[in-house]
């Protein structure tokens, strides 16, 4: 007796020690990670572990006195409790989040409540909770807890069979999740939207996602994901009626499922009967149903498959002879059959009425204001495009009268050059008598400064760099001219501005200027030439500064000129 006692007080103190080397390794980790460590032991079903971080986890929180994370606590530790325990530390969740300013609760308290709900089969509580936790994430605008409600919701569709509506919201997350849902959540909807597939022999996109689903899983070394995506892979090949390969698959996932006691081996029991049933083989069948059976009877689970399940065990009882089966399968149909009556009838009428419709209405407002926005964005583009049209009338006019206006002005210069080629004595003239050289004379009679000697000497010497077109050479300078011509670039500079009434530069440019009008009209070779090489031979060092030259001094342009040129000559 002794001996055992010893023993017993051994094993104590080796416990004892162990939890507190346990609590003193959790005591260097701050919350975020002590929630990491959780959900990490959670994916693999280790409870003891789970329980025991939660409760450390929660007493922490208190010790500290941080609400936020009290609140975090009663979510931990009500993930491995029994319903009712579980129920109550959502219920101190909502307590002690009550006064806990922002978005987060208490959305999230009735998103708990609806998952635990759901998870024990009370599928009518499950929607009322989500719908609620729906409404208040809407009205805080909390995108995530919104997606957290969809997304849930579309579980309840999902096992009502509209699987088009439950994959559609799946979808979206799935692609869309803009960091809402974390590694673990986004499994839950890879796994959730395979099934919609399967059901709805989309089986090339389911397979694509279970062989996605299962890389992702050895990844992780999760052995829960490992276990569901052999069941999914055998539910396919259950669909595609390849039976065998569907058993080996399904049998893996069922004795995962059941050594953990999760309700996903309800599923793979279901999934092997009908596997077997598939092969004729009746017996083994009848095996697993009845397994089922006894599993759903426990924690009075149901799923909308067991209506075919009674009815193949009656059948096949009845078969037998075997009254007393036969008449245990027909009470435990009508029990199952009344439990999932009730639940589709509330979920079949709630869920359009409280879910379907809002979103719908939600939708077609949204719809309505998209008009709206297109209908004012229209509006502006028509009269940003009017405008634009507008600008473009307005300076296709004002083009067309200035090309009328240049034209104008050639054909002046052209009949003008023409005059001063054929009669240039009588046009020289008209010059020396304009009213700006008269005055200029006067002035310079009445301020002489330079001796008439010199004036008539650099005059002369003037008529000659003209005459002999000196002008076209490039580089000329005042100084260069003046030394040239042997004077002063003073006296010059004042000859040229007295006698010519222009600057210097102005000067030669005009007599460049004036040669050009009289050799296009003359040289049709030199009309010909590119508007580079005729800069050049009119003593300029680019295109852009005779350009420049040629309209301030006439007003037109070049191209314009030769233009009308041409069409004088077509007419002769």
Same mark, same amino acid.
């Given at each position: 007796?002794?001996?055992?006692?010893?023993?017993?007080?051994?094993?104590?103190?080796?416990?004892?020690?162990?939890?507190?080397?346990?609590?003193?390794?959790?005591?260097?980790?701050?919350?975020?990670?002590?929630?990491?460590?959780?959900?990490?032991?959670?994916?693999?079903?280790?409870v003891? /572990?789970?329980?025991?971080?939660?409760?450390?986890? *929660? @007493?922490? $929180? =208190?010790?500290? +006195?941080?609400?936020? #994370? &009290? %609140?975090?606590?009663?979510?931990?530790?009500?993930?491995?409790?029994?319903?009712?325990?579980?129920?109550?530390?959502?219920?101190?969740?909502?307590?002690?989040?009550?006064?806990?300013?922002?978005?987060?609760?208490?959305?999230?308290?009735?998103?708990?409540?609806?998952?635990?709900?759901?998870?024990?089969?009370?599928?009518? /509580?499950?929607?009322?909770?989500?719908?609620?936790? *729906? @409404?208040? $994430? =809407?009205?805080? +605008?909390?995108?995530? #807890? &919104? %997606?957290?409600?969809?997304?849930?919701?579309?579980?309840?569709?999902?096992?009502?069979?509209?699987?088009?509506?439950?994959?559609?919201?799946?979808?979206?997350?799935?692609?869309?999740?803009?960091?809402?849902?974390?590694?673990?959540?986004?499994?839950?909807?890879?796994?959730?939207?395979?099934?919609?597939?399967?059901?709805?022999?989309?089986?090339?996109?389911?397979?694509?996602?279970?062989?996605?689903?299962?890389?992702?899983?050895?990844?992780?070394?999760?052995?829960?994901?490992?276990?569901?995506?052999?069941?999914?892979?055998?539910?396919?090949?259950?669909?595609?009626?390849?039976?065998?390969?569907?058993?080996?698959?399904?049998?893996?996932?069922?004795?995962?499922?059941?050594?953990?006691?999760?309700?996903?081996?309800?599923?793979?029991?279901?999934?092997?009967?009908?596997?077997?049933?598939?092969?004729?083989?009746?017996?083994?069948?009848?095996?697993?149903?009845?397994?089922?059976?006894?599993?759903?009877?426990?924690?009075?689970?149901?799923?909308?498959?067991l209506?075919?399940?009674?009815?193949?065990?009656?059948?096949?009882?009845?078969?037998?002879?075997?009254?007393?089966?036969?008449l245990?399968?027909?009470?435990?149909?009508l029990?199952?059959?009344?439990?999932?009556?009730?639940?589709?009838?509330?979920?079949?009428?709630?869920?359009?009425?409280?879910?379907?419709?809002?979103?719908?209405?939600?939708?077609?407002?949204?719809?309505i204001?998209?008009?709206?926005?297109?209908?004012?964005?229209?509006?502006?583009?028509?009269?940003?495009?009017?405008s634009?049209?507008l600008?473009?009338?307005?300076?296709?006019?004002?083009?067309?009268?200035?090309?009328?206006?240049?034209?104008?002005?050639?054909?002046?210069?052209?009949?003008?050059?023409?005059?001063k080629?054929?009669?240039?004595?009588?046009?020289?003239?008209?010059?020396?008598q304009?009213?700006?050289?008269?005055?200029?004379?006067?002035?310079?009679?009445?301020?002489?400064?330079?001796?008439?000697?010199?004036?008539?000497?650099?005059?002369?010497?003037?008529?000659?760099?003209?005459?002999?077109?000196?002008?076209?050479?490039?580089g000329?300078?005042?100084?260069?001219?003046?030394?040239?011509?042997?004077?002063?670039?003073?006296?010059?500079?004042?000859?040229?501005?007295?006698?010519?009434?222009?600057?210097?530069?102005?000067?030669?440019?005009?007599?460049r200027?004036?040669?050009?009008?009289?050799?296009?009209?003359?040289?049709?070779?030199?009309?010909?030439?590119?508007?580079?090489?005729?800069?050049?031979?009119?003593?300029?060092?680019?295109?852009?500064?005779?350009?420049?030259?040629?309209?301030?001094?006439?007003?037109?342009?070049l191209?314009?000129?030769?233009?009308?040129?041409?069409?004088?000559?077509?007419?002769?």
């Amino acid at each position: 007796m002794m001996k055992y006692i010893s023993l017993f007080l051994l094993l104590f103190i080796n416990l004892v020690s162990a939890q507190k080397k346990s609590i003193d390794s959790l005591k260097k980790l701050n919350y975020d990670k002590l929630k990491n460590m959780f959900y990490e032991h959670y994916e693999n079903e280790d409870v003891l /572990k789970t329980k025991f971080i939660a409760r450390y986890y *929660l @007493q922490k $929180a =208190k010790k500290e +006195k941080n609400n936020l #994370q &009290i %609140a975090e606590g009663y979510i931990l530790v009500h993930f491995n409790e029994d319903f009712p325990i579980a129920l109550k530390y959502i219920d101190s969740l909502a307590i002690v989040t009550k006064n806990i300013n922002g978005s987060l609760y208490p959305t999230r308290t009735y998103l708990m409540k609806g998952n635990l709900y759901f998870k024990h089969d009370y599928l009518k /509580k499950a929607l009322d909770n989500y719908i609620i936790a *729906l @409404q208040y $994430a =809407k009205n805080q +605008k909390d995108q995530k #807890q &919104i %997606a957290y409600a969809n997304i849930n919701i579309a579980y309840l569709n999902n096992y009502l069979g509209k699987y088009k509506e439950a994959a559609k919201t799946f979808r979206y997350y799935l692609y869309n999740s803009n960091n809402i849902t974390n590694e673990s959540q986004h499994n839950q909807i890879r796994v959730s939207l395979i099934y919609c597939y399967i059901e709805l022999n989309k089986l090339d996109s389911a397979n694509t996602l279970i062989k996605e689903g299962q890389e992702s899983s050895f990844t992780r070394k999760s052995k829960y994901s490992v276990s569901q995506y052999s069941y999914f892979s055998g539910y396919s090949y259950l669909k595609q009626k390849k039976y065998k390969s569907a058993i080996i698959e399904l049998l893996k996932a069922e004795s995962f499922f059941s050594n953990i006691k999760d309700d996903n081996a309800n599923y793979a029991l279901y999934s092997l009967g009908k596997s077997y049933d598939g092969l004729h083989e009746k017996e083994k069948a009848v095996n697993y149903f009845s397994k089922l059976d006894i599993n759903l009877k426990k924690k009075n689970k149901t799923f909308p498959q067991l209506r075919e399940v009674y009815t193949y065990l009656i059948d096949y009882y009845k078969e037998k002879n075997d009254k007393e089966k036969q008449l245990y399968y027909i009470d435990r149909f009508l029990k199952v059959d009344k439990k999932l009556d009730e639940q589709f009838k509330y979920l079949a009428t709630e869920l359009p009425k409280k879910y379907d419709t809002p979103n719908l209405l939600q939708e077609k407002e949204s719809i309505i204001n998209d008009l709206k926005n297109r209908k004012i964005i229209l509006s502006v583009s028509i009269g940003i495009l009017l405008s634009v049209l507008l600008l473009i009338l307005y300076l296709y006019y004002k083009a067309k009268k200035t090309a009328s206006k240049h034209r104008k002005i050639a054909q002046e210069l052209i009949h003008f050059n023409e005059r001063k080629i054929s009669e240039p004595t009588q046009v020289q003239e008209l010059y020396f008598q304009s009213p700006i050289h008269k005055q200029v004379e006067i002035e310079e009679k009445e301020n002489k400064t330079i001796s008439e000697e010199v004036v008539q000497y650099i005059l002369k010497e003037l008529e000659i760099f003209e005459t002999k077109e000196l002008f076209l050479k490039k580089g000329i300078t005042l100084a260069s001219l003046a030394k040239n011509i042997k004077t002063n670039t003073a006296y010059l500079s004042d000859i040229i501005n007295s006698y010519k009434g222009k600057n210097f530069s102005t000067y030669i440019n005009d007599l460049r200027i004036d040669y050009a009008l009289k050799r296009l009209i003359t040289d049709k070779k030199f009309r010909s030439y590119k508007l580079s090489v005729v800069a050049d031979e009119l003593g300029y060092n680019n295109e852009q500064a005779f350009s420049l030259a040629f309209k301030k001094k006439t007003g037109t342009t070049l191209s314009i000129y030769i233009k009308e040129i041409e069409k004088e000559n077509n007419i002769k």
